[in-house]
């Protein structure tokens, strides 16, 4: 398996899926910065990654600002076309080449498409019987490092990362 590109849902991946709302109306997000040693990750394997969400919100185009994530597609209703799309200015397959983490019934059938997806843990069931990994942390609780984690040991990349910090 050599997969290039990892896309990512973020509500309920990223973040614990609450929308949070001061007095004012400004809505807040919950960030767990465990995430960002994924992206580290992965990126040091030579993977590129991309974001694509339902909600369009600054908050997620900050977040992505600041760990320099530069394919961020805010406001999809079909996540799976726009994957396609991506696949196709990137010159990868999909099927192949391509992995996803997701959490709802908006990312079925992305979650069917690629090669390689996961869940968090506290995605419904008939979500995480869709992946090919179900991982132990909730959305929001690091769920994102964990799956980059887990992809990275299924090419046996994993420790030679690790490595590279003495590990």
């Known amino acids: 398996m050599n997969i290039k590109l990892v896309i990512t849902d973020i509500d309920g991946v990223w973040t614990d899926g609450g929308m949070y709302y001061d007095e004012t ?4 997000k919950k ?3 465990s995430d960002s040693a994924g992206v580290i990750f992965l990126r ?7 974001v694509i969400t339902g909600e369009n919100t600054v908050i997620v185009e900050n977040r992505t600002k600041k760990l320099k994530i530069e394919n961020v597609f805010s406001g999809v209703k079909d996540k799976l076309q726009k994957a396609k799309e991506l696949c196709e200015k990137l010159n990868i397959s999909l099927q192949e080449e391509v992995a996803y983490i ?3 019934i908006n990312d079925i059938n992305l979650l ?6 996961g869940a968090p843990a506290n995605a419904p069931e008939y979500i995480k019987d869709l992946v090919t990994v179900k991982l132990k ?3 929001g ?3 994102f490092r964990e799956f980059a984690e887990e992809l990275l040991k299924a090419e046996n990349k994993f420790n030679g990362i690790l490595s590279r910090y003495g590990l």
């Open 44 to 50: 040091d394997a030579g993977k590129e990654i991309a």
């Open 25 to 28: 109306g400004n809505e807040l």
């Open 102 to 104: 997701g959490d709802d």
């Open 112 to 117: 069917k498409a690629v090669k390689f997806s």
């Open 141 to 143: 609780d690091g769920a």
């Open 137 to 139: 942390k909730k959305g």
């Open 31 to 33: 960030f767990n910065t």
